[in-house]
């Protein structure tokens, strides 16, 4: 049994540092709490084991040269840390050719010597190529570690966009569910707010979704690594909303049997784009088996960035968006159409004139209902909306549709023309 991972327990505003140098000002900078950093021969390390879902993660940042060897006995003597992603292209700094991030956000694998090599040395030194084109053992112990560089993450403050954060976690993801019981350590430059953000998605892919972890990531996060662990969770919320809903319908996808009719609705709406893809990949999908559904999944969810705006957008169709008049509603579950064929000669119906649907500035009315969002079948001139809105404000305070009188809560418009129509319903007794 491999010796379970000591932390340091206690809230320690010095605690003796592991490589003789205070990171004391680090701790004050981000709220870092101290309890959960990890213990290494009696001394106290920058990387955290935090837990999400059921599942261990350590993050922390690149180690400096003075903690090498300490990351090192760290690695050797807890055998099930079983990988290292470096979620920052660039932290390591010396290789004997670049990084190729020409191709889609993924991880690339890397000598795990090399990576030693290059922390012991610093990031500001060189190494001889052949150092990180053969192993050079550093005493043995460490060919149980893969060490896994991410290529494709912008680095410092900026957001990280979704189809990024989404494969990051799901190569952490990917690893813990072929290693059961293993620890994935998750670590960046300054090891707070990234690897956090990565260990959520990919608690969240390993969850499936799970909506009560979701709702607590950010919380726990805080309350085990630090104060300022949650900001690209917090940046990233949308996002985060996504993932949870796209990994529910792939779970549901690899089950046996049909789901719940309001997930069924959901995968309708991913079908729009299954034939395109399955195509790419010369696929014929079965709809009717289970095998084909699994099947499905697969596809998807290697295309996520090419499936999750059509997700993300609720089923619009292309080039259109919706222009809400209230606060937005969660149109992860879908935009419903009418049919079409209710759809008699396109005429406005509050100033009876002709519409041509294509007009830029023919709009539709979306209310809602029990079961969602639900978009009208007829078009309307968005100034006589506009007219129709201010008439509704001043007697019920919100709009309404002139035939069912239903509430509307937004506008389904072309989407090149949401910045100029925009002005007209944002404040239209203004």
Not at 61 to 87: N, S, W, Y
Not at 253 to 274: D, I, N
Not at 377 to 398: E, H, M, P, Q, T
């Amino acid at each position: 049994m491999p010796a379970p991972i000591a932390l340091w327990g206690t809230e320690d505003p010095a605690p003796e540092w592991a490589g003789g140098v205070s990171a004391n000002a680090w701790v004050e900078a981000y709220g870092v709490n101290t309890s959960t950093l990890i213990r290494v021969d009696g001394q106290c390390t920058r990387f955290a084991l935090i837990e999400l879902g059921g599942h261990r993660f350590i993050v922390g940042p690149t180690a400096t040269p003075a903690e090498a060897p300490v990351l090192t006995r760290m690695l050797k003597t807890h055998p099930q840390i079983g990988a290292i992603f470096c979620v920052e292209p660039g932290t390591m700094q010396v290789r004997d050719t670049a990084l190729d991030t020409s191709d889609a956000p993924d991880y690339h694998e890397r000598p795990i010597d090399g990576y030693i090599l290059s922390v012991m040395r610093g990031a500001g030194e060189s190494a001889a190529p052949q150092a990180l084109a053969s192993p050079v053992g550093l005493d043995g112990g460490l060919s149980h570690v893969q060490f896994m560089e991410f290529a494709g993450m912008e680095r410092f403050d900026a957001q990280i966009p979704r189809e990024v954060l989404w494969r990051a976690g799901r190569g952490v993801a990917k690893f813990m569910r072929e290693n059961p019981g293993k620890i994935a350590l998750v670590c960046s430059e300054r090891g707070i707010a990234r690897p956090s953000a990565v260990a959520a998605s990919a608690a969240l892919q390993l969850q499936c979704g799970d909506a009560r972890l979701r709702n607590d990531l950010a919380t726990q996060v805080v309350a085990q690594r630090s104060e300022a662990s949650d900001h690209h969770i917090n940046l990233a919320s949308r996002s985060f909303d996504l993932m949870a809903e796209f990994t529910r319908l792939l779970d549901m996808l690899r089950r046996p049997g049909r789901g719940e009719p309001r997930w069924e609705r959901k995968v309708h709406l991913l079908r729009q784009r299954l034939p395109e893809l399955a195509a790419a990949q010369g696929a014929a999908i079965d709809w009717q088996t289970d095998a084909g559904r699994r099947q499905a999944a697969d596809i998807l969810e290697v295309n996520f960035d090419r499936v999750a705006p059509l997700l993300a957008s609720g089923g619009l169709p292309a080039g259109m968006a919706l222009l809400w008049l209230q606060d937005e509603i969660n149109a992860l579950s879908g935009v419903r159409f009418l049919s079409p064929g209710y759809v008699d000669g396109h005429i406005d119906r509050i100033s009876q004139d002709d519409i041509d649907p294509d007009s830029p500035d023919a709009v539709r009315l979306v209310s809602f209902d029990d079961y969602g969002l639900v978009c009208d079948n007829k078009y309307y001139d968005a100034a006589s909306v506009a007219g129709w809105y201010r008439a509704c404000l001043r007697k019920d305070g919100y709009l309404s549709n002139p035939i069912s009188r239903v509430p509307v809560v937004a506008l389904l418009i072309h989407e090149a023309e949401k910045a100029r129509l925009e002005p007209q319903f944002l404040h239209p007794l203004g």
